[in-house]
T-cell receptor, first 113, second 114 residues
Framework: QQPVQSPQAVILREGEDAVINCSSS?????VHWYRQKHGEAPVFLMI?????EQKGHEKISASFNEKKQQSSLYLTASQLSYSGTYFC??????????????FGQGTILTVHP | NAGVTQTPKFRILKIGQSMTLQCTQD?????MYWYRQDPGMGLKLIYY???????DKGEVPNGYNVSRSTTEDFPLRLELAAPSQTSVYFC?????????????FGPGTRLTVT
C-alpha cells in the first residue's frame, strides 16, 4: 500500500526550515527518501533502516519511528537548490516485499529568495 | 561509469503498436526496476528483477513484459499500446546493501500513445 506524505506542498523563503512526513499502514523494514527536479530523474537522499539511527547531513536529515511506521525528513536553513518534489519510498518487512519500494505521492517544495 | 542508460528518450506510439524500452547499467547491480510516473504523481513499480533470469511483478504489471538475460540489461516490452500507457518510464538499479539499497535512476523515456 502506498505511503501517505504530508504536506502535499510547502513554500519557503531561503533560510527557513521544513518537515516532510511519510506514514505507512504496514510494518516497515526501511524508508528511502528521494528528490526529483522538474523534468529529471529522482535522486537518492538517504535510507533509514529498522533499528537504525537517525541519518543525515548538516542541513538535511531524517528520522524513522518504527512503532508508528512513520518517517520525517528535516530540511534546515533551506537553499534555492532544495526546490523539487520529495518522495518517500517504503520497503515492507517480510516475504516477497524485500527489495521493492512503494513510493508516496510526493511533496512539492518551493524555496523563494 | 555511464550509470543507468535508457533508450529512447522520447517516443510516440499509435494505439495497438508495440515497442521495447531499453535499460542498461554498468555498475554490476543485482537489482533492477521499471517504474512509470504519470504527470504530478509518484512512481509506480511495474516489474523488478533481483538477478539475471529472475523477474517479478510490481504494482502495475498489466500490459508489460520484461526479461533479464544478463546482469546489465533489463528491457521492458509494451504489447498493444493503449493511451493509458502514456507516461514517463524510469529504469533503476541498486545493490542491496541496506534493504533495497540506493536506487540509481536512468534519465527516463517519455512515451505518448495516441
Amino acid at each position: 500500500q502506498q505511503p501517505v506524505q504530508s504536506p502535499q506542498a510547502v513554500i519557503l523563503r531561503e533560510g527557513e526550515d521544513a518537515v516532510i512526513n511519510c506514514s505507512s499502514s504496514k510494518a516497515l523494514y526501511s524508508v528511502h527518501w528521494y528528490r526529483q527536479k522538474h523534468g529529471e530523474a529522482p535522486v537518492f537522499l538517504m535510507i533509514l533502516l529498522k533499528g537504525g539511527e537517525q541519518k543525515g547531513h548538516e542541513k538535511i536529515s531524517a528520522s524513522f519511528n518504527e512503532k508508528k511506521q512513520q518517517s520525517s525528513l528535516y530540511l534546515t536553513a533551506s537553499q534555492l537548490s532544495y526546490s523539487g518534489t520529495y518522495f518517500c519510498g517504503t520497503e515492507h518487512a517480510g516475504g516477497t516485499s524485500y527489495g521493492k519500494l512503494t513510493f508516496g505521492q510526493g511533496t512539492i517544495l518551493t524555496v523563494h529568495p | 561509469n555511464a550509470g543507468v542508460t535508457q533508450t529512447p528518450k522520447f517516443r510516440i506510439l499509435k494505439i495497438g503498436q508495440s515497442m521495447t524500452l531499453q535499460c542498461t547499467q554498468d555498475m554490476n547491480h543485482n537489482y533492477m526496476y521499471w517504474y512509470r510516473q504519470d504527470p504530478g504523481m509518484g512512481l509506480k513499480l511495474i516489474y523488478y528483477s533481483v538477478g539475471a533470469g529472475i523477474t517479478d511483478k510490481g504494482e502495475v504489471p498489466n500490459g508489460y513484459n520484461v526479461s533479464r538475460s544478463t546482469t546489465e540489461d533489463f528491457p521492458l516490452r509494451l504489447e498493444l499500446a493503449a493511451p493509458s500507457q502514456t507516461s514517463v518510464y524510469f529504469c533503476a538499479s541498486s545493490y542491496p546493501r541496506e534493504g533495497a539499497g540506493e536506487q540509481y535512476f536512468g534519465p527516463g523515456t517519455r512515451l505518448t500513445v495516441t
